[in-house]
């Protein structure tokens, strides 16, 4: 088989997971090296999808020993079956880098013999990448469940950034329809690796250490393919980012690829709505200060598709609203729909030179489609409305979104 | 009255320094003689000084803040027919409130200068990722690009700290601007004979193709938002938009 047909069927494979962010490292290259890695990231192309390529994508091999139901690889199912060399591998990443098509690698992997044998494979390549090709660029490395802790440390002492997947965010769902793999097996290595984090993060001021996963580590949640609610995926996030201190979790709307009872049928198109409010309340999480309970509750289980979790969760506390422009504090005008935290931070700058009017918020570009009803500039109020949810909820509801909804809706008929 | 510069930077800070000294405010400040005149307006040729300019760039400094530099700096690598005066009369602002004018958003000229230096800002961010090097016959890796903005100084320290093992050129075919980067140093230069484009590349074109077509999910096909990310009037020197 040729590289070319290698290629296509392994970043075929590997286009499902979502990650492909080249941020939070600032490895700076060595003499006689090649690659660096850039604090925020870079992208260097955007997909037909739409989704950003940063990273060379790709799986080492997409031969499996699971037959996980929702998996496009998995070992019941009829697919070409490639596998790259570490010497393939290496020389792609370096061509690329060279020709400025990519940030770096991100190396996932199949479960080929055994998770430990994998995992081998794998770190050989970063090796051979690290040292003999001399790559100081970016490296993503999915860590295989199940694999031994000893080549989960000795992976992460050459990567950026690691991730294990979670996939399925209940116990139920997993075992519903990925019965060979334990809970404990993503767990047990995600506390192993967030601890070896911590421990070289201390370790960094002395000399010669080495560095682990300075970029940290992340996960997937795939949403659609089981029956879990907004609340039950937000609740586990949450709890991923404190318990955890993963940098991001990333959510991936199920694209059905193989026919069974237990999944969404391959006739429905992917929850591309849904998985958008759910990054968007992931978003208020991260930066906005909000708790998964203040957003969504057990009478109120999922995002309204019409309104994104702000505008939601605003319309449920009115009695919170309207703010002054010219005094609130920045936590609360990041509260309101509309205001991102970089227009608020914006807001708080300008109004210690002199008061803001309503003029002033158009000229510096504030969206007040939304902002309007929740806001008084120097005590008056420009909604035109009264602050009422039933009145403001036709006001803000996205029309838009009706198209996207359609698609959804008939998930499990 | 319409001050008209050489069109350099310094061009335009020392066009600061007569609008001051001359107790007047130009209407406008041109960047080089290509402008439009009208009837009855007076004109002033400006005479590039270093010494002037330096003592606006110092005052700049001192009474504001070196990022102030940096945006009106950007703002001016935008190219835009009024960046000349959007920069005095940042500086004239800037000079009364001190450091304070860089969060003065409220005002029309605080916002202008903004605009331009964040639309700068963000193409260079841009190209550090939508560059693309082609490896040419005699081993030199060669990338061409047009951009909106006059950024080739901008994006190439980014290169030479990253591909420092190889020789690249970046030629601004919209300006005929070209970083040369040898392996120890950056040379800028302007005006050199037309370089044979001729790739020996064509193989690795070929994956990088294959793989961009790979890796996008045909149910989530969306070339709306992909356009949003990457203008397409940027896709022509892109190998991965080519057929």
Partial sequence: ?413 | MIYVTDGSFEGILTAVFEAYSNKEEPDTITLGSDYQLSLGTEIREIATDAEKSDRVWRGIQSRISEKCLEDLYRAYLSEHHQAGLYIYRYVRLGLKLGRKVEGYLQHPDVQAIHDLSRRVASEVHLFLGLLRFRRLKNGIFYACYEPDSNITQLIAGHFAARLSDQPWIIHDKKRDVLALYNGVEVVFATGLPPIAEEACDEEYEALWKQYFKAIAIESRRNPKLQRSFMPARYWKNLAEKQL
């Fill in chain 1, 1 to 413: 088989m040729n590289l070319l047909d290698k290629l296509q069927i392994l970043a075929d494979s590997a286009k499902y997971d979502v990650s492909c962010s080249s941020s939070g490292s600032n490895r700076s290259n060595r003499p006689g090296g090649i690659g660096n890695a850039s604090l925020p990231g870079i992208c260097h192309s955007w997909s037909d999808d739409g989704r950003c390529i940063s990273l060379l994508k790709l799986l080492f091999t997409n031969v499996c020993i699971y037959d996980c139901k929702y998996c496009v690889n998995r070992s019941s199912n009829d697919i070409r079956r490639a596998s790259f060399t570490p010497d393939e591998l290496c020389e792609l990443t370096i061509q690329f880098y060279r020709r400025n098509y990519i940030e770096g690698l991100f190396l996932s992997s199949a479960v080929v013999k055994s998770p430990d044998y994998t995992m081998e494979l794998m770190i050989r390549t970063l090796k051979k990448l690290r040292h003999e090709y001399r790559f100081n660029g970016y490296i993503h490395i999915k860590s295989i469940p199940g694999a031994d802790m000893r080549l989960v440390y000795e992976a992460g002492l050459l990567a950026d950034r690691m991730s294990i997947n979670i996939e399925l965010p209940s116990a139920a769902g997993l075992k519903l329809l990925a019965p060979q793999k334990e809970p404990v097996a993503i767990l047990k290595p995600m506390d192993f690796i967030r601890e070896r984090i911590e421990e070289s993060r201390e370790l960094v001021l002395y000399k010669g250490s080495q560095s682990f996963v300075p970029a940290g580590q992340t996960t997937q949640l795939i949403v659609g393919a089981t029956r879990d609610s907004d609340l039950k995926i937000l609740h586990l996030s949450e709890h991923l980012y404190s318990r955890y201190q993963l940098k991001r979790v990333y959510y991936s709307a199920y694209v059905p690829v193989n026919e069974d009872e237990n999944l969404p049928s391959v006739h429905t198109g992917p929850p591309l709505l849904r998985e958008h409010r759910i990054y968007q309340a992931d978003w208020l999480l991260r930066f906005y200060g909000f708790k998964a309970h203040e957003l969504l509750d057990e009478g109120h289980p999922n995002f309204d598709a019409h309104l994104d979790p702000k505008c939601d969760w605003a319309l449920r506390h009115l009695d919170q609203f309207p703010v002054e422009i010219n005094k609130a504090p920045l936590e609360m005008l990041m509260r309101v729909p509309g205001i991102g935290h970089r227009m608020a931070s914006r807001i708080v700058r300008a109004r210690r030179v002199g008061p803001l009017t309503f003029e002033d918020l158009k000229r510096m570009r504030v969206v007040l489609k939304r902002a309007r009803y929740f806001i008084t500039c120097n005590g008056r109020y420009y909604g035109g409305v009264d602050l009422d949810a039933g009145l403001l909820y036709p006001l803000l509801a996205d029309k838009a979104d009706k198209k996207v909804m359609a698609g959804q809706i008939s998930l499990f008929g």
